[in-house]
Every structure is written in C-alpha cells, then in structure tokens.
C-alpha cells in the first residue's frame, strides 16, 4: 500500500521535524510492530491487559504504579481529576461538574505552553503564579488556598529563565500536602528521565510514548499509587470494568497499542544509544558534504550542546533573498512534502527575518537526508 497516500490524496511527508503529532508521531520499530501484529491474534480482557503492562512498566521504571494512556495529554487529563476526586466514587462520577471539590492548579508563569490546558478538561482551573520576571516561592504559597487541588510543572523548568525548579516546588507543594503534577511528555532521554521526576518527589508524571517509540496515540502516567489508581478509574478501563462513570471513556486506547508501550518501553531502556546517536553523526555528515557547495549557507550541528541528532542550516538572508519561513515553505510545498524544524522553541515558529531550521535525523527515514539535500540546492542554488 505504498501508494495509499496517492489513492486518498494526502502529500506523503518527509519527517525531519521529530515526533510531532501532527506528523503521526512516530514509526514503530519492526520488533514492536511484530508485537502489535502478534497482540491481532487474540481479543483480550482489557483490564487484565492494562494492569499488568502497567506492572511490567513500573517495575521496567522502579516508580511505584503506572498506567497506559492515550497520550500524554490524557495522562494530564486523568492526572489533573485523580488530584481533585481522589477514590471517591461520587466524585468521580461528578466531573467535570467540580462543585465542593478543589480544581485549581498552579501554574508558574515561565511555565505556560498550550498543552497545560490538558488539566483543565476534567474542570480544573489554571492559576497562574509569578510575574514576567520569575516566579518566587512566596508566588506559589499566596496562591495556595481551600481550593487547591495541584501544583502543574512542565519539565524540564529548571532550564527556563526565572522559573523555580522542581526541587523547590515539591517543598512547597509537600509542605500542604498537595500534589505535584509534571507533564513531562517527551523527556525520555537519557532514559533515567522516565523515573527521574517521581524519584525527586513528583506525585504523578505524563510522558508521551510516542518519544520511546510507541505509537502516537499513546502515553504513560506514573508516580504514587493512590492517585495512579483514582487516574485509573477515571481512564476509559475505569469505566468499562469497574463500573465508573468516568469522564475519560473517549480516551481510549486499543490492545495493540497498550502492547506497543509495553514493547517499545522495554527496546528503548536496553537498546545502545550511542549507536543510534552515531548513525545520526554519519547521516548528518552526508549531508553536510552533500550541500558543502551551496553558497550563502553555513552548517552546524543540532543541538548546539548534547548529542547530535541533526543539522542545523543558517542563510544568509541578505545575500539569498529568502528567509527560513520561505525555504521551509518552498519543503513543503514539494512531492514528497518536507518539514523541518524551527530552532526557535517550537517545532513550526519562524519569526519575520528568521535565519536557520534544523534537520533532525530521529523521524526521517534512511536516505530522506540525501532528499532534502537535493532539495535544497534546488532552492537555494550552488
């Protein structure tokens, strides 16, 4: 079916923008596939299955409980309602009418992203605390009130400008008993990161499995056990076999992806990384000799620090005539279509007169390099 993309009318994308929604997240390996292929043979009682890769999970992680989510959005989302119900069933039944229950999450300001609105679908409310210089620890503690159910923290805050790390808000958050909830969606490498948040004293903690090679609908929550268990009854199996009317029955996830967590989870923390990361260093090198005779150019490895998983290209805007916004356009609007990402923070940002896009290694299948190469001497000229 390597023509399906022709038949339905969809440009087939090169991906060398990482593990984007948007893009379909990720390709499983073909060990996992095989799994998931195997998973197809038998139907399965649902909740035998979940609790017992959630088992494996743990122990694979050395976390207290786990559970298999559709996403790291919906791990927020169930995370955000176990801090407000608790086990309560009538609580639980209640979201995400919110009356006589805390729902308030703070929230630093440094911290906002579009994904914290995740903790607000079950009915919390966001409080944002600090001011457009940082936040301080008395910011956290005045907005500490009856109706707090939660601290939200995007990792990794301890690298962003005037944010309190995660150390000090666990001390607050602890100090009143109240939980801490970290969306920790795609910080899978080094791999101690998938227990490194729990082991601090985060309470519950969101990945999205589709950075660990999972499927792209599909993600993990970890951290204590009690509130594990409330997210669980909140989460589609919940309702199906423990007779909660959980507000989480939409955010299903199917056998085969509840294996597929299980497997890629257990490829990733055994496989040699620094293999991969040099088989990114000879892919990059390719390419940087591919385009070594493109003027108005100059090419660097991606990221500037840590481990090379792509090139970064800088146009000399004056001299080309083309900004980074117009060359990306120029990618995509070819057959295959070609996404690269944007340096600036965020996978698709270009701000007016941007320079440089990165090509990363990690989503673009072998050989896509030599494509984008030739691509962009086409654009860009010798």
């Known amino acids: 079916m390597s023509n399906i993309y022709d038949e339905l009318g969809v440009a087939p994308v090169l991906n060398a923008q990482g593990n984007r929604t948007l893009l379909g997240g990720t390709t499983p390996s ?72 805390p729902h308030e999450f703070i929230i630093q300001k440094q911290l906002r992203v579009r994904y914290d609105r995740c903790m607000s679908i079950p009915g919390g409310k966001l409080i944002e605390v600090g001011d457009t210089e940082e936040t301080r620890p008395e910011h956290i503690e005045a907005a500490i009130g009856p ?58 903690v969101a990945y999205g499995a589709k950075y660990f090679g999972a499927v792209n609908s599909s993600g993990l929550l970890t951290g204590r056990k009690d509130l594990i268990d409330a997210a669980r009854s909140h989460s589609f199996i919940g309702f199906e076999s423990a007779d909660s009317n959980a507000f989480g029955r939409p955010m299903k996830i199917d056998r085969q992806e509840v294996v597929a967590v299980y497997a890629a989870l257990r490829e990733w923390l055994s496989m040699n990384h620094e293999d991969r990361f040099a088989g990114y260093e000879v892919r990059v090198a390719d390419m940087r000799e591919e385009l070594r005779g493109v003027s108005n150019i100059e090419l660097s490895d991606y990221p500037e620090r840590g481990p090379v998983e792509g ?70 000229g010798s």
């Not at 996992?32 to 992680?61: F, G, H, Q």
């Not at 109706?147 to 958050?173: F, Q």
């Not at 009143?176 to 998938?194: F, R, S």
């Not at 340096?343 to 941007?354: E, L, T």
């Open 147 to 204: 109706n707090t159910a939660g601290i939200h923290y995007l990792a990794p805050g301890d690298r962003l400008p005037g944010a309190l790390p995660l150390e000090e808000v666990i001390r607050i958050g602890h100090s009143h008993n109240i939980p801490i909830v970290v969306d920790a969606a795609g910080e899978v490498y080094p791999t101690d990161k998938l227990s490194k948040y729990v082991k601090m004293g985060a309470d519950l």
């Open 311 to 380: 090139l970064l290209v800088k146009l000399d805007v004056a001299k080309l005539g083309k900004n980074a916004e117009d060359v990306v356009a120029e990618l995509r609007a070819g057959n295959p279509s070609i996404w690269v990402r944007s340096p600036y923070g965020r996978p698709d940002y270009y701000p007016p007169g941007a320079d440089s896009f990165a090509v990363r290694m990690q989503t673009l299948r072998e050989g896509g390099e030599q494509i984008i190469a030739q691509r962009l001497i086409e654009i860009l």
């Open 30 to 101: 073909a060990a996992v596939r095989a799994i998931m292929d195997a998973a197809d043979d038998y139907y399965v009682d649902m909740s035998d299955l979940m609790d017992n890769v959630a088992e494996r999970v743990s122990d694979m992680l050395g976390v207290e409980a786990a559970l298999v989510t559709s996403g790291c959005s919906a791990a927020l989302a169930v995370g955000a309602a176990a801090c407000m119900t608790g086990n309560d069933p009538d609580k639980i039944g209640q979201i995400p009418d919110v009356t006589g229950m």
